[in-house]
């Protein structure tokens, strides 16, 4: 087959790169290639709903929800659900029997909402460390200002609709195009002329090196920021406390450098490999890869931002109804474990009485001698 935009590798989606690979394969190996696409994305999406879900339960406490950095989460730990739903509805396009108009559906609307939902977690998480860093400074009416929840209310509306405006272009373009590999089926795909693929391509660099670069700055000048008065109150060098709180405060990195870990490598390969043909298999899988770990930072909103944090993570322990829940049933095990079962008990009666015969028969043989 030649290489062109109907069966080019990297224009397909996530599920349709699946897809593609499954009806490339033999019979022998589809069924159980479809089990493995399927049980992996589900995996995935079950772990981070109930991530995100112990997240909510922690940022709805009034103490975290009235500031703007538990305020952006919120809204950072629902957009993830929502976006994770969208990535297992986007699994329905794996059956063989697929109508063009629920093709149409899943591939315009659920994709597309799928791919802006990302972008907005994206730029969440930059703000969040930029609420985090303005905390450092001595407050004035700037400050405050920036810091107020009417300023991330509006922020945050304001991100939401640039970002559905800058992913028209990729509403309109995505089509359901025949299957070359099953002839009455669709895939998904993106078919942008030369101009809006390179303005695309401009957008998703931006999209993911601004929220980067942002998160970054914000955590090295709280670093700085912090080190620079610890060294003058205690005669220090600089660089020896901000490596102390470096090591400290070095969750404050993971969430930007998991991202950046995980979304560059789908722009890349598409920067890279502009045109492929789909009977390479090895980059179809690659391609499926990079397009399914795009989804594992908002799947580990708990881990990168409620369990690092003690007092997030003493909220969630001591406030929140899951947190409560998981720690009286620990509480329960551990009270279980230590009440002894009947077998145990029956042993130490055993013990016991065996004990009593002997001092019997000593006294006993004391008393004859």
Avoid at 149 to 164: D, G, K
Avoid at 188 to 212: A, D, E, G
Avoid at 268 to 276: E, P
Wanted: proline share 2%; with cysteine; charged share 10%.
């Amino acid at each position: 087959m030649s290489c062109n935009n109907s069966i080019n590798i990297f224009l397909l989606g996530l599920v349709s790169g699946m897809t593609s690979d499954i009806r490339a394969s033999s019979i022998d190996q589809q069924q159980l290639m479809t089990f493995a696409y399927a049980f992996s994305v589900t995996i995935m999406v079950a772990f981070g709903i109930i991530s995100n879900i112990f997240s909510i339960d922690t940022l709805k406490q009034r103490e975290v929800r009235s500031s703007t950095v538990g305020l952006y989460l919120i809204v950072y730990s629902c957009c993830s659900i929502f976006g994770l739903i969208m990535v297992e509805c986007r699994l329905i396009r794996m059956l063989n029997s697929f109508s063009y108009a629920a093709s149409f559906i899943i591939c315009n609307i659920v994709s597309g909402l799928a791919s802006i939902i990302t972008r907005i977690c994206l730029w969440m998480n930059g703000f969040i460390a930029i609420q985090r860093s303005l905390q450092s400074f001595e407050a004035n009416h700037l400050i405050n200002k920036i810091r107020s929840r009417s300023f991330a209310i509006t922020n945050i509306f304001i991100v939401i609709i640039s970002i559905f405006s800058m992913h028209i272009h990729e509403l309109i373009y995505r089509v359901s195009v025949s299957d070359p590999l099953l002839k009455g089926n669709y895939i998904c795909q993106i078919k942008y002329p030369s101009s809006l693929l390179t303005m695309n391509t401009i957008f998703s660099f931006v999209h993911l090196f601004v929220p980067f670069s942002l998160n970054m700055f914000a955590n090295c000048l709280i670093l700085t920021l912090i080190s620079r008065r610890r060294a003058t109150l205690h005669q220090t060098s600089h660089w020896n406390q901000w490596m102390r709180h470096f090591h400290r405060h070095r969750h404050l990195f993971l969430a930007p450098t998991l991202a950046m870990i995980c979304i560059l490598p789908q722009l890349t390969v598409t920067t890279l490999f502009s045109c492929v043909d789909a009977s390479l298999k090895w980059l179809l899988r690659l391609n499926t890869a990079v397009n399914l770990i795009i989804y594992i930072p908002q799947a580990s909103t708990f881990l990168l931002f409620i369990l690092p944090s003690e007092s997030y993570f003493r909220s969630f322990k001591t406030q929140s109804h899951l947190g409560k829940l998981i720690a009286r049933c620990y509480r329960l095990d551990n009270r279980i474990g230590l009440i002894p079962t009947t077998i145990d008990r029956f042993h130490m009666e055993t013990r016991n009485r065996q004990v009593a015969t002997t001092i019997e028969l000593n006294q006993i043989q004391k008393t004859q001698n």
